[in-house]
């Protein structure tokens, strides 16, 4: 960031974020179930990254992360256990010749798999740490990616889920530069006709377990996603009837490496 010339700078420093809707340029598809908002990492990448830095990605999914890598010039290191979806974004990124980018498939809870994975990874941006560190986790217990039984995305038991999730966080902690910073997208779930705040439980198992300082909280609604939009009223019909909230929003947690 250029900072002499500041007021021309066009990141959102506030902690509500709305957008309109899905930003559908470049490579960008919406093809994936709860795929990433591309408007997500790229205000982060910009925020907290340089052009050439190294951006980690825990559950790389259908490329959104890593197509805003290619477009803002900065080096991709991704995971995904969905072998699929890898050879989809590969697809997609077999022109791509401004950066160096890399997608395992891996099982990014496994300290000594991600470990051997990662290294590799860095190697051949010739690092020994990763920049920045986003991780846009699967959403537990509603859709199944794969059948992996790997998968957090098939896990329904809320803490079994976490200490997973924390595992993966945690691993890719270790290689996360001092003083850089990594980012969390999380939302809240219903579990037996109650909410259970799943964003902060999560948000709180990674400050009990991580040396971090917590930079921001972040919540994100974008309009455009309620829906097959036609739909609208009988969901409005649904919550009036019964006593529930439509969720309309996900929490972005920014962390600081201690």
């Known amino acids: 960031m250029d900072m002499e010339d500041w007021k021309q700078i066009d990141l959102n420093v506030d902690s509500l974020w709305l957008i309109p809707e899905r930003a559908k340029d470049g490579k960008h598809k919406n093809i994936y179930h709860g795929n990433f908002v591309p408007q997500i990492p790229n205000q982060l990448i910009r925020r907290y990254t340089n052009v050439g830095d190294v951006v980690l990605e825990l559950f790389s999914g259908s490329g959104t992360t890593l197509f805003e890598c ?7 290191i991704g995971f995904d256990i969905n072998e699929k979806i890898i050879d989809y974004v590969n697809d997609q990124m077999k022109d791509c010749s401004v950066i160096n980018y890399t997608i395992k498939n891996t099982d990014v809870t496994n300290k000594k798999e991600f470990t051997e994975a990662i290294e590799e990874c860095l190697e051949r941006v010739d690092k020994q740490q990763v920049d920045f560190m986003i991780a846009h986790p699967p ?24 200490e997973k999730l924390v595992a993966a966080i945690t691993n890719g902690f270790r290689y996360l530069k001092k003083n850089g910073y990594f980012a969390i997208v999380a939302g809240d779930v219903y579990k037996k006709s109650e909410v259970v705040p799943l964003a902060f439980l999560i948000m709180n198992a990674i400050k009990q377990n991580l040396k971090v ?19 609208q009223d009988i969901w409005k019909y649904r919550a009036l009837k019964s006593d529930y909230f439509l969720f309309k929003h996900e929490y972005i947690f920014v962390f600081k490496k201690m």
Request: overall charge positive; glycine content about 10%; proline content about 0%.
């Open 70 to 76: 290619e477009a803002l010039c900065r080096n991709y």
């Open 139 to 162: 959403y537990l217990d509603i859709v199944k990616f794969t059948e992996d039984d790997r998968d957090l995305s098939r896990l329904s038991d809320i803490g079994l889920f976490i």
């Open 213 to 231: 300082k917590m930079k921001g909280i972040i919540i994100k609604n974008i309009e455009g996603n309620r829906g097959k939009l036609g739909a």
